[in-house]
């Protein structure tokens, strides 16, 4: 028997894709949960490191009912929307509504340079901020930083640490908005360009108080593997 909600499921709103697949969650304090990942096309930013080039144009426009049939074919509880850059996607709200809606754990990545603030408040949300050498430094809604945001328990704020300069970079952003004492704070190597030792080191040594992620599902498959 359906429930209300896929009774309800007359969603002709559409949600551009490039692609969804099931596997295990590389990122944030979701690490290591089998997650459905639903990643949307189109991207604005061109940051120096990117992994999803090929998000950038590739896609097709799937209703919101065809998303939510694929990803109900995963039968999953944790469903991951990333890009590209989803907030893009006009209709972003209503798959993120849909989805909360079904009881799913839903998080959401984004580049940070688009307003969060009307994200539904059950969707965690891993907001970049982006490094001077990630080549997008002034790219970053400074609303995100608003104290409703920072201080949400499902919000995280993710640097993607590419040298030196960008982890000292980091740490002063982060104690000049305090983040540390009011925010989940992830320090992630840009792979292949910066150890992840040295940054383990690094943030002992220098005391941060963030959280060393690796990407997780590019130390278990080939870190080029798509749908992973
Ligand atoms: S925001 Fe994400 S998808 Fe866009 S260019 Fe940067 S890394 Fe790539």
Redesign the pocket.
């Known amino acids: 028997m359906k429930s209300d909600i896929e009774e309800s499921l007359v969603l002709p709103e559409t949600v551009k894709i490039n692609e969804i697949f099931y596997s295990i969650q590389g990122e944030s304090s979701l690490v290591g949960y089998p997650t459905v990942f639903i990643r949307t096309s189109g991207?604005?930013?061109?940051?120096t490191?990117?992994?999803?080039?090929y998000?950038?144009n590739e896609g097709e426009h799937l209703s919101i009912e065809e998303i939510i049939g694929t990803v109900k074919s995963y039968d999953p509880q944790y469903v991951c929307v990333t890009?590209?850059?989803p907030m893009l996607q006009k209709n972003i709200h209503t798959l993120l509504k849909t989805l909360c809606d079904m009881n799913y754990t839903v998080s959401l990545e984004t580049?940070g340079?688009k307003d969060c603030s009307a994200v539904d408040e059950r969707v965690r949300k891993i907001i970049?901020i982006?490094t001077p050498d990630?080549g997008?430094k002034n790219k970053f809604h400074q609303a995100n930083l608003s104290e409703k945001i920072k201080n949400d328990v499902k919000t995280e704020y993710k640097f993607?640490i590419c040298s030196m300069d960008d982890f000292d970079w980091a740490e002063e952003f982060c104690l000049k908005y305090d983040l540390f004492r009011s925010s989940r704070i992830l320090y992630s190597p840009s792979y292949n360009k910066i150890n992840e030792k040295w940054l383990a080191e690094k943030i002992i040594s220098k005391n941060s108080k963030a959280r060393l992620q690796l990407q997780l599902h590019k130390y278990i498959w080939n870190a080029q593997q798509r749908g992973v």
Do not use: F, I, N, P
């Open positions: 991207c604005h930013l061109r940051c490191y990117c992994d999803t080039t998000a950038y890009g590209g850059e580049s340079d970049d982006k990630s997008e993607v």
